[in-house]
């Protein structure tokens, strides 16, 4: 399925129904008196999160979603039906703005999440509503109200705990592949991911992460170039960033550590609050080095970046140092959450409490 982060959608709700003018029409009763019924409320659209759903391509083809309106009120006493709800499910991430303000409505952060999208108009008012001790024969009534319509924009950003980013070809798909259940596309040129993709990392019973895979950066990714300026988003809710750096590339003319200058520099230009997101060095495909190339490229790296964080050797494909990095990520991620209401009562101490 081709992957759609970004649509736009026009929605209405329901028109109210209008209200009912009758008089009751019955043998012997001269003066029955008003009974028109009063409209039915047009159906309101609702949106919920769907965990089945990674992607936006239902709305880029079907953009105008309307709800039913409310039944008119009719004679005997006969108030009319409410106009059908409309239910549209989206992805988990899903962010609701005003296509014309910019002015962000929602955001679907929670799997089953319901919330309002568009109210329905209320229906109008029959002339029995008007009757009164003063008033035995009111003729007024009300038209329904309209129902609100939007332009919406939708755009999706994953929810993940961990992005990956770097080059292309830097072994990214390999090593989200290695961890995870995520069976990404794999092959030796570049540009091989076309889309996020997410995997889910097992660390132990009830214990794992989602990890985001974006497609590859290049020079000028911060201003449209290459893919990775689209995608550059679905890293913004992470709570970590994971740098993988290619050691061993096939042109040695290639310079790791300009490479990774440069993608650090795209995230600055592209979100500061991107940049300044926790950040790992990982030193990827280190089985093509012998253990004297290893340490000399881990020493450039060091000095070349100024580096003080984190920095770990791997090799995707043989799975080499992939289960250190792990253990440490999720005691990272384990490390900065709240404590669970479990936590919370398991180290109460009744004593304490006043």
Known sequence: ?????????????????????SFRHEKFKEFGGPDGGDGGRGGHIYVVADTNLNTLIDFRYARRHEAKRGQHGMGSDMFGAAGDDLLLRMPVGTIISDAETGEILMELLTPGERKILAKGGDGGFGNMHYKSSTNRAPRQKTMGRPGERKSLKLELKVLADVGLLGMPNAGKSTFIAAVSNARPKVADYPFTTLHPNLGVVRVGPEQSFVVADIPGLIEGASEGAGLGHQFLRHLQRTGLLLHIIDVAPFDDSIDPVSQAKAIIEELRKYDEALYQKPRWLVLNKIDMLDPASRAEIRKKMIQGLKWKGPIYEISALAREGCETLIRDIHQHLHAQKPPSEEEIQANFDPRFDR
């Open 1 to 21: 399925m081709k992957f759609v982060d970004e649509a736009f959608i026009d929605v209405a709700a329901g028109d109210g129904g209008n209200g009912c003018s």
